[in-house]
């Protein structure tokens, strides 16, 4: 059963950088089972897609975060991260990683991690 | 502004049926069978329930369905329970990405 967990700062001051990083377990994030994805939802609001990252390092990004998102992946330790450059008090979060399957053929997002809080704030 | 839009609320009584629809402001992001839906509780990450407009996977109780006509998906529950109370959200998946819609909450009453 595939397992996530994300992982990383809780505060992060504006114009700084956001990185977070997904663990996964009980699959290979090499293997073509899944691709990855971030997700988030500011407290009382709705779900917003940041990106995902396809097995081939490829990457596709929502086109308003585009100019400050990277997701890479990191075959070594099995997780992949998110990057999210010069943050304002609108970044501020909960942010999930979760996970496209093949069974759903890579349109659906079927395995999520329970997501972490982030604030943006000096 | 959400490119897929959904009532922000609805409600109904324990053994009743409520509908939420999902209707999308471009045909590019409901053109083709890749609308999935989503079960969000409070203070839970989101649980899919719906994929490809209609298939349910392992585990989601029948009592859940969707579909799809033109521009417009819609999920049905049926036979409420307190339990389906929460929030839940369609989305569309395309080559370039998915779009989430604003989300509906459901009271059961």
């Known amino acids: 059963q595939v397992q996530l967990q994300e992982s990383g700062p809780g505060l992060v001051k504006p114009s700084q950088t956001l990185s977070l990083t997904c663990i996964v377990s009980g699959a290979s994030i090499s293997s073509r089972s899944y691709y990855w994805s971030w997700i988030r939802q500011p407290a009382g609001k709705g779900l917003e897609w940041i990106g995902r990252?396809?097995?081939?390092?490829?990457?596709d990004y929502n086109p308003s975060l585009k100019s400050r998102v990277t997701i890479l992946v990191d075959t070594s330790k099995n997780h992949f991260s998110l990057k999210l450059s010069s943050v304002t008090a609108a970044d501020t979060a909960v942010y999930f990683c979760?996970?496209?399957?093949?069974?759903?053929?890579?349109?659906?997002?079927?395995?999520w991690g329970k997501g972490t809080t982030v604030t943006v704030s000096s | 502004q959400s490119a897929l839009t959904q009532p922000p609320s609805v409600s109904g009584s324990p053994g009743q049926s409520v509908t939420i629809s999902c209707t999308g402001t471009s045909s590019d992001f409901l053109n083709y069978n890749r609308v999935s839906w989503y079960q969000q509780p409070p203070g839970t990450a989101p649980k899919l329930m719906i994929y490809?407009?209609?298939y349910r996977p392992s585990g989601v109780p029948d009592r859940f369905s969707g579909s799809k006509s033109g521009n417009t998906a819609s999920l049905t529950i049926s036979g409420l329970q307190a339990e389906d109370e929460a929030d839940y959200y369609c989305s569309s998946y395309t080559p370039n990405s998915t779009v989430f819609g604003g989300g509906t909450k459901l009271t059961v009453l």
């Open positions: 990252v396809y097995p081939s390092a490829n990457t």
């Open positions: 490809e407009v209609s």
């Open positions: 979760a996970g496209y399957g093949d069974v759903y053929s890579y349109r659906s997002l079927d395995v």
